[in-house]
């Protein structure tokens, strides 16, 4: 798979988009309400899976640093990376604040691959994969980050009928709990798609569940339903076990 330069893997109106809502990021009935929900269900998904405390954790596409900080909070030692400045600050200007120590960047997955290939245990990257314009080279890094055995953690939409009536016409336009535009359709991956992107990447497809976020109660839980939220981990084969 040829990979793109790390400067043009992005999409400076997606970034110029979430930037405008940095200082409201951890307000829980602000513009970032549904993620306050999502995260503790992420951080369980997560935490089920892999041992935490006193693992080197990557996040990417941390944003204002929910995850980040709740991982952080799990014993794990944190990186987090944006390529938001603002949004960066905000994280550090949190953990000021909460007392929780992570190490946040202004930097690009594909770079931080080149300098640090094989330093992490773990990589998150959650809601992230439908907003840049190659995923897969994004994938493709998080296989050169993680060390042989490492787990990736994924979350993102799938496209679908169900998923355009209720993460686009239902949140953003009719309950108005994202800002209109967060979301574009065709962006949206299929697991079959993110699966293949994962093969590519040489990545062991582990699981698939379904994330529900519930409005009316303001929560979030596990699902069998894939067909709007999901998340998926997958393993960076171990070389010595091929031997």
């Keep these: ?18 930037a405008a809502l940095a200082n409201r990021w951890w307000d829980v ?14 951080l369980q ?11 080197r954790v990557l996040d990417i596409g941390c944003g204002g640093g929910l995850l ?49 290939p094989g330093s992490f245990d773990v990589v998150t990257c959650m809601e992230m994969l439908e907003h840049v314009p190659d995923p897969g080279a994004i994938i493709a890094a998080c296989h050169r980050l993680l060390k042989p ?3 990736l953690f994924l979350s993102t939409v799938n496209r679908t009928p169900a998923a355009f009536a209720v993460a686009i016409v239902g949140a953003e336009y009719v309950a108005r709990l994202l800002p209109k535009g967060t979301h574009h359709y065709q962006d949206f991956i299929k697991p079959a798609e993110l699966g293949k992107w994962l093969r590519e990447a040489d990545f062991n497809l582990r699981d698939v569940s ?5 409005p009316w109660r303001n929560r979030a839980r596990l699902s069998t339903r894939t067909d709007i939220n999901y998340l998926a981990h997958a393993v960076k084969p171990d070389d010595a076990a091929r031997v």
């Design 149 to 151: 055995g490492g787990q």
């Design 210 to 214: 379904g994330m529900a976020y519930e």
């Design 68 to 116: 980040s900080e709740a991982l952080a909070k799990e014993g794990a030692d944190v990186t987090a990376i944006d390529l938001a400045p603002e949004l960066v600050k905000v994280a550090r200007l949190h953990g000021l604040e909460s007392g929780v120590t992570v190490d946040y960047r202004v930097q690009a997955a594909e770079d931080l691959a080149a300098e640090q």
């Design 45 to 55: 998904y997560v935490a089920q899976r892999v041992t935490l405390r006193g693992a």
């Design 1 to 18: 798979m040829n990979t793109p330069q790390a400067s043009t893997n992005f999409d400076q109106a997606e970034l110029d988009k979430f």
């Design 29 to 42: 009935d602000g513009p970032q309400k549904p993620l306050h929900a999502l995260n503790p269900v992420r």
